[in-house]
Every structure is written in structure tokens, then in C-alpha cells.
């Protein structure tokens, strides 16, 4: 069984760091792309990272790029984003996700191109 679980949230303050963890199981863990994914209150889920199976090319939302960073540790199955910098409309609810490359080639980077996703970790920062 495929298994995602994020870990790392927390509340900061406004250029403060956080990492989030994920944890994966039940699966190749290079065979699929994971995501990170962020939903605040009354907004759609958006993309934030991702990493292609495929290639293996990293690739940043233009909210996030330069501030956040996308790493893997193959022998622990994890994949971390590396929050800096954080500012407020950085809150919301953090997901991460597995799915196949070429789902996100063919739609795009959105929610529904994943099949699997992680419980979510709270990230709140302040001003």
C-alpha cells in the first residue's frame, strides 16, 4: 500500500525556516514523481514543488522559487522541503503526493494528476 506521511509544520514568524518531511512507503520510491502541495482556507490546493520521476528535474512555483527547496534521501524514502524566508501567505496546509510523471506531463502540475497524498502538516506564519 502506498503511504505518504508529512511531517514539519509548525508556526513561525514572518523570515523564519521550517522543513517538511515525507515519509514514504509501499512503493519504488524513484519510480514516482512527489509533490508538495499547499491549501489555505477557501483556496484552491496549489503546486509547489515537484520532482520527476522521469528526469529528475526539480521545479518551483513562481510564489516559492528561490525560498523553498526540494531534496530527497533514497535510502530513507523522504523527500523535504526546505522553507525559507517564510512570509505569511506562506500559511496554509502542506501536503505531499505521489504520482506517475507522465499524469503531470499531460495535465499539468495540479492536484488531480496525483493518486496518492500524505494526512497534511499546518504551516502558519505570522508577521
Known amino acids: 500500500e502506498v503511504q505518504l506521511q508529512a511531517s514539519g509544520g509548525g508556526s513561525v514568524q514572518s523570515g523564519e525556516s521550517l522543513r517538511l518531511s515525507c515519509v514514504t512507503s509501499?512503493?519504488?520510491?524513484?519510480?514516482?514523481?512527489i509533490g508538495w502541495f499547499r491549501q489555505a482556507p477557501g483556496e484552491e490546493r496549489e503546486g509547489v514543488s515537484y520532482?520527476?520521476?522521469?528526469?529528475?528535474?526539480?521545479h518551483y512555483a513562481d510564489s516559492v522559487k528561490g525560498r523553498f527547496t526540494l531534496s530527497r534521501d533514497n535510502a530513507k524514502n523522504t523527500v523535504y522541503l526546505q522553507m525559507n524566508s517564510l512570509k505569511p501567505e506562506d500559511t496554509a496546509v502542506y501536503y505531499c503526493?505521489?504520482?506517475?510523471?507522465?499524469?503531470?506531463?499531460?495535465?499539468?502540475?495540479?492536484?488531480?494528476?496525483?493518486?496518492?497524498w500524505g494526512q497534511g502538516t499546518q504551516v502558519t506564519v505570522s508577521s
Open positions: 509501499g512503493f519504488s520510491f524513484g519510480d514516482y514523481t
Open positions: 503526493a505521489a504520482g506517475s510523471w507522465r499524469a503531470i506531463a499531460e495535465y499539468g502540475n495540479m492536484w488531480y494528476a496525483y493518486d496518492h
Open positions: 520532482w520527476m520521476s522521469n528526469d529528475g528535474r526539480t
